[in-house]
């Protein structure tokens, strides 16, 4: 399985509501990432996990939460965001952190806040 | 931190002409360069990447260069197809902790 999958597809959520985006791969990579993207910009680096342990984070505001209960598997949990937040996130998947491997991407999930 | 400079924002090209995508970093540190496809709506791909030690690299149509001293590398697509319009980051990392995306060049390919 050569592939970071993520669910859901498309959400659509108010600002008070709570939601999880998800994040699976089974290539035995120990490092996973979140990214954000707003149209026609590049990736923003969120955070980074490496051996299942937060190992960058961007400064980026606790409204969002990131979990990483096992190395296959990568979260992201959301409360109460902003209009301003929404936009395509996506995870993505290397080796190890630090290494200078490929990283790959998910196909994203396009988040919508109301 | 690194800063990645993109050059053009747009291109548009031939069917069948070159296509040459500019970056420029700031950190010397920085010793990975990987180059992302990404077509509208979907993931971004890794097309082809180049290491510090390296000055070119080829992939059947597509090439990459790197000056070291000058700080900057570019992406070269040679006999374009229309399949290759897509939008086209570079990137920078120091040892791969942390990739630093360049701004964006949407390609687009006239058939």
């Known amino acids: 399985d050569t592939e970071v999958t993520q669910t859901p597809k498309h959400l659509v959520m108010g600002m008070t509501n709570k939601k999880s985006l998800k994040c699976e791969q089974h290539?035995?990579?120990?490092?996973m990432y979140w990214y954000k993207q707003k149209a026609k910009k590049p990736p923003e680096l969120m955070f980074v996990?490496?051996?299942?342990?937060?190992?960058i984070n961007e400064s980026v505001p606790s409204r969002f939460s990131p979990e990483c209960p096992n190395s296959s598997l990568l979260n992201l949990h959301l409360h109460a965001l902003q209009p301003e937040d929404s936009a395509l996130y996506l995870c993505?998947?290397?080796?190890?952190?630090?290494?200078?491997?490929?990283?790959?991407f998910g196909p994203g999930t396009r988040l919508t806040v109301l | 931190g690194e800063n990645v400079e993109q050059h053009p924002s747009t291109l548009s090209v031939q069917e069948g002409d070159s296509a040459v995508i500019k970056c420029t970093y700031s950190?010397?540190?920085?010793?990975?360069f990987p180059w992302y496809k990404q077509e509208l709506g979907k993931r971004p791909q890794l097309i082809i990447d180049?290491?510090?030690?390296?000055g070119e690299k080829k992939d059947q149509r597509i090439a990459v260069t790197l000056n070291k001293t000058a700080k900057h590398f570019s992406l070269h697509i040679t006999e374009t197809q229309p399949e290759d319009s897509a939008v086209y980051f570079c990137?920078?990392?120091?040892?791969?902790?942390?990739?630093?995306f360049g701004t964006g060049t949407s390609l687009t390919v006239i058939p």
């Open positions: 993505a998947s290397s080796q190890v952190q630090g290494a200078n491997n490929e990283q790959f």
């Open positions: 290539m035995g990579h120990r490092a």
């Open positions: 996990y490496s051996y299942e342990k937060l190992s």
């Open positions: 950190d010397s540190a920085s010793n990975y």
């Open positions: 180049i290491r510090s030690n390296v």
């Open positions: 990137a920078a990392s120091e040892h791969g902790n942390q990739f630093y």
